[in-house]
């Protein structure tokens, strides 16, 4: 089933990212919401049905549990409202879900929410301290984020023939985006320097080449096209959103990965671009917003998502061309590096940040002229990848 073009956003909200000790899950979650019905004009018993994505829940990291999560706090019973996990896609997939079930015609308006809270545990609860726990004990030292990602940077650099100065343009690009970004957890622009001083996390990768541990939620309200046209000046319809599985991160080492790509990727764009009718992504995309978890991956989703040839990344990342004012603008927002990833909220706030891109009110982090924008999430080391491409309607 194609929903190309019979989706629309109407409202979007976001909390601002980084340390929330004062704010439970739930008021994250309920304030994302709120601002996103605000956005569209909506009052929330006007939303038929919810859904949440969260990736760790529990009292440890705080609410998420189930639907009623949500619906306790915002009052949304007896609505519907279900929750999501699906790695690091959660609240993108929370949308998923809500734009297929306005689709169906089973509901006309739909609320799509990622919270999560990261930062209310020790060092000694992160989620490197889980893999550890989980696995065994000497090879779940190795499986972890940064251990995973960084074996894709050091096959990306010997092939590629570049260095860690290729990274850290990574990392200085998106400061310099995240240094405008009123929501980002990371507000300040870093050196090329500072980010080759910074200590190795697991070598390529050091500290700046990481993204942070953070706190936030972020909303979406989808409805039907033909709600969108009656009810706002301006919306955005989804012109495709698709879902790919690899793979799971237990299991990365088999024979057909070569370390060059994530398929699961490759295949959600190809799927992506055949049903938005997208046949030059460089040409009929204005502005990306992809999984940039450590510097690593962004390098490696530019390549995935045909933005570019990989042996002419390096280059073309020196001279601008991946900049706001650049040819093919990546992570404007200042990306996973700068925002912070709270897991199931980055989807959703990728949404929001290209939202705000085609609707022309992104401020200092605007691309000009931009109409159609996509958000590309993974999930664990490529496990399964997640792409919407969004274009902005009636936008000022």
Not at 14 to 27: A, Y
Not at 112 to 141: C, Q, T, W
Not at 285 to 293: K, L, Q
Not at 318 to 347: K, R, Y
């Amino acid at each position: 089933m194609s929903i190309a073009g019979e989706v629309a956003i109407v409202g979007v909200g976001c909390t601002p990212f980084g340390e929330h000790f004062d704010k439970p899950w739930e008021d994250l979650a309920v304030s994302a919401s709120l601002d996103a019905l605000a956005d569209a004009g909506l009052d929330l018993d006007r939303v038929d049905a919810a859904w949440v994505g969260t990736t760790f829940p529990g009292n440890s990291f705080g609410g998420g549990e189930s639907g009623t999560s949500l619906a306790d706090p915002l009052r949304l019973g007896p609505r519907p409202v279900t929750r999501i996990e699906n790695q690091c896609a959660s609240g993108m997939d929370a949308m998923r879900h809500a734009a297929f079930a306005v689709a169906s015609g089973r509901h006309e308006v739909a609320l799509a929410v990622g919270a999560e809270k990261l930062r209310d545990v020790s060092p000694r609860g992160s989620l490197v301290a889980g893999f550890v726990r989980s696995y065994h004990p000497v090879r779940g030292k190795g499986i972890t984020a940064p251990g995973m990602f960084a074996l894709l940077g050091t096959r990306q650099m010997k092939e590629l023939s570049f260095g860690r100065e290729v990274l850290a343009d990574v990392a200085v690009k998106n400061h310099r985006n995240g240094a405008r970004n009123p929501k980002a957890h990371f507000r300040k622009e870093v050196t090329k320097d500072e980010v080759l001083a910074a200590p190795i996390v697991s070598s390529p990768l050091g500290l700046l080449d990481c993204c942070p541990t953070t706190d936030g939620a972020a909303a979406v309200v989808v409805t039907s096209r033909e709600f969108a046209e009656k009810h706002v000046d301006r919306y955005a319809v989804i012109r495709s959103i698709t879902l790919a599985t690899w793979q799971w991160h237990d299991n990365p080492y088999l024979p057909s990965h070569d370390f060059m790509g994530f398929k699961a990727s490759q295949d959600s764009a190809r799927r992506a671009y055949a049903e938005a009718g997208i046949t030059d992504p460089v040409g009929e995309i204005d502005v990306v917003e992809t999984h940039d978890c450590f510097t690593a991956t962004e390098l490696i989703n530019i390549g995935d998502l045909g933005l570019a040839d990989r042996a002419d990344i390096p280059k073309l990342l020196a001279d601008g061309w991946f900049d706001v004012d650049g040819e093919m603008p990546v992570n404007t927002s200042g990306g996973l590096q700068a925002c912070g990833h709270p897991i199931g909220a980055t989807g959703c706030r990728m949404v929001y940040q290209v939202v705000n891109q085609v609707w022309r009110r992104a401020g200092d982090m605007q691309v000009d002229g931009a109409r159609v924008g996509m958000a590309h999430n993974l999930g664990g080391p490529g496990a399964l990848s997640l792409i919407a491409i969004i274009e902005g309607v009636g936008a000022a």
